[in-house]
């Protein structure tokens, strides 16, 4: 799995927090030493040790970081994550940058994996779409790896995704893929359609993948059928924990959610100190 670089993230999120200086860790004697611990308060997946520990690196490299799980792990309530030991001062002005990162990444990874987990056995796969924070695109799709499902394209510069104003600009959905045939040779090209016959419109321009825009059960179980495994098949739009696995038993072959990346509730953890 491909970590992307915390770097350029973490830097941005430190100039955003500590802007000239840390007025109330500057409180703290510049000589004294402390520990830390990091502690999990609820069931997750953890995710984002390399943007955790990237904070405290960029603010004093004599900050030592030690991890008892890794990225992709289950934890549980109050189970010990890490340790820290270096300079008080860096520590306390890290602390909440370094919490934000892990908690929104391992977020994003525990709702992969319930959605992983609710698909289980049916050969359908979850992808996360580019409905993310802006600027944490690349973390959040390695947290989405990190939980058990697969990355849709990164951006708009890696694959082509025709949908509904670019085939009305285009003039027709043939027209739209037979140009991005012409154009970008041996990329993925996706179409979406809202209705069977755009769907058999579809099927005979040969797209790589077609989207189902909120089709029904119903219809949707006809469109695997009309396909017959011609090209791939992506479920888009209702999707929760309710229709999900009821989607992925149609027998499409992806069910891509915006909510993985876009609806996130920061995983509740806890970084607690003592000076040495």
Known sequence: MTLPDPNSTVALALAEDVGGGDLTAALISEHAQAEATVISRENAVLCGIAWFDAVFHQLDSRINTHWQAADGDRIEPNQLLCTLHGPARALLTGERTALNFLQMLSSTATLARRYADTVAGTGATILDTRKTLPGLRLAQKYAVR???????????????????????AAGSISNAIAA???????????????????????????????????????????AVNITDKRVKLEASGNVNFDTVRNIAKTGVDYISIGGLTKDVRAVDLSMRFKTV
Do not use: S, W
């Open 180 to 222: 991005a045939r012409r154009l970008y040779p041996g990329v993925t090209v996706e179409v979406e359609v809202e209705t069977l016959a755009e769907l058999d419109e579809a099927i005979a321009a040969r797209p790589d993948i077609v989207m189902l825009d909120n089709f029904d059960l119903a219809t949707m179980v006809e």
């Open 146 to 168: 990190c939980g058990g499902c697969q990355n849709h394209r990164i951006g708009l510069f890696d694959a082509v995704l025709i949908k509904e104003n670019h085939i009305m």
